[in-house]
């Protein structure tokens, strides 16, 4: 699943009239980049919500076909659920198995692949060290379990594979998806990882500047 509904307050007014996921960086959408990236680590079938402008996205991508994927749309309310409910309407389209998630608005290298990279855990993270503008991270990283205190600290990537369990009980309705990943880490249900390769969380103008640079500078060597 790609989170593709959020309204992009911060990249204004480029997103005044063109959701996020389609502003372009080194001549190709945000959202093209995962579609690629989704394709090579062996998927076929993408779910994507949408709320903000969410018809530019649709007509943009189409059915998925030239990407060789099968992308299927969870349409939400003007104002859009956040990501913890955005995932939680999406669940009769995602099935009974453990499924990625990714934001729309980072990029990374990250390799996007099939399969729950842990056993027993109800949701799997990839963190990644924190940048400057958010020093103080999201989760504790000990061995491959994340936990809401405690040192090293590092920042949720906004990629991450969970059960549809984790969202048992819950109603369809608005909700961030950080206390629900807070709740399991305190029953130990979360596991993790840290990825050193390059990361952009895309959340401004300037850092879609950075990504510009820096797929450009890579596609002239």
């Known amino acids: 699943m790609i989170l593709a ?4 307050e911060r990249m204004r ?3 005044d009239h063109t959701p996020k996921p389609l502003l372009e960086a080194g001549g190709k959408s945000l959202i093209g980049y995962h579609l690629e990236s989704l394709r090579r680590g062996g998927f076929n079938r993408v779910v994507i919500n949408l709320a903000h402008l969410g018809d530019q996205i649709r007509s943009a991508l189409g059915d998925g076909s030239r ?4 992308l299927t749309y969870s349409q939400e309310p003007e104002g859009a ?3 913890g409910g955005g995932i939680r309407r999406a669940l009769p389209l995602l099935g009974d198995a453990p499924f990625l998630v990714v934001n729309a608005d980072i990029w990374t290298d990250f390799p996007l692949i099939q399969g729950f990279p842990q056993g027993d855990a109800l949701a799997h993270l990839v963190l990644v060290s924190n940048p400057p503008y958010h020093d ?3 989760f504790a990283l000990n061995g491959n379990r994340v936990s809401s205190d405690g040192s090293p600290r590092f920042t949720f990537s906004g990629i991450g594979y ?3 369990e984790l969202f048992s009980g819950i109603p369809e309705e608005r909700f961030a998806l950080a206390p629900l990943l807070r709740r399991a880490m305190d029953r130990s249900a979360v596991s ?3 990825y050193c390769g390059p990361w952009v969380d895309v959340g401004t ?3 879609l500047r950075e990504v510009d640079r820096l797929v450009t500078s890579a596609l002239s060597k």
């Open 5 to 8: 509904a959020g309204r992009g």
């Open 13 to 15: 007014p480029l997103t």
């Open 67 to 70: 990407w060789g994927l099968s």
């Open 81 to 83: 659920l956040d990501t």
């Open 136 to 138: 103080q991270g999201d």
């Open 162 to 164: 969970y059960r549809p």
């Open 192 to 194: 993790g990882e840290r």
């Open 205 to 207: 103008p300037a850092r």
